[in-house]
Nanobody, 121 residues
Framework: VRLVESGGGLVQAGGSLRLSCVAS????????MAWYRRAPGKERENVAA???????AYAESVKGRFTASRDKYKATLTLQMNSLKPEDTAEYYC????????????????WGRGTQVTVSS
């Protein structure tokens, strides 16, 4: 499974960005898809996670501002980010974990290379 993110960039505080993650390969073996972020000097943080059946969980810090969605074929994950704050500045990564039934795949999870989001004050 390969994950490719897009949509990052520079935006002023209060602005919006939309991130996309496209999965390829054995996408039928993906269970949960999620967005993580890592800001300089900080721990990696789970921003939003979407299960295969569409259940979504958000970090408290983004609730009400960010909206995650996953297409019905489960191969694309998006993150609509509104009311952005300087503290949202980070590298954002797409993540997917493997359905346990797909034992033939060697990896348990997958990461994209990341896309930078910078919010200026």
């Amino acid at each position: 499974v390969r994950l490719v993110e897009s949509g990052g960039g520079l935006v002023q505080a209060g602005g919006s960005l939309r991130l996309s993650c496209v999965a390829s390969g054995e996408t039928a073996c993906i269970s949960v898809m999620a967005w993580y972020r890592r800001a300089p000097g900080k721990e990696r943080e789970n921003v939003a996670a979407v299960t295969f059946d569409g259940t979504i969980a958000y970090a408290e810090s983004v609730k009400g501002r960010f909206t995650a969605s996953r297409d019905k074929y489960k191969a694309t994950l998006t993150l609509q980010m509104n009311s952005l704050k300087p503290e949202d500045t980070a590298e954002y990564y797409c993540y997917a974990d493997r359905n346990p039934d797909c034992w033939h795949l060697h990896e348990d999870d997958y990461w994209g290379r990341g896309t930078q989001v910078t919010v200026s004050s």
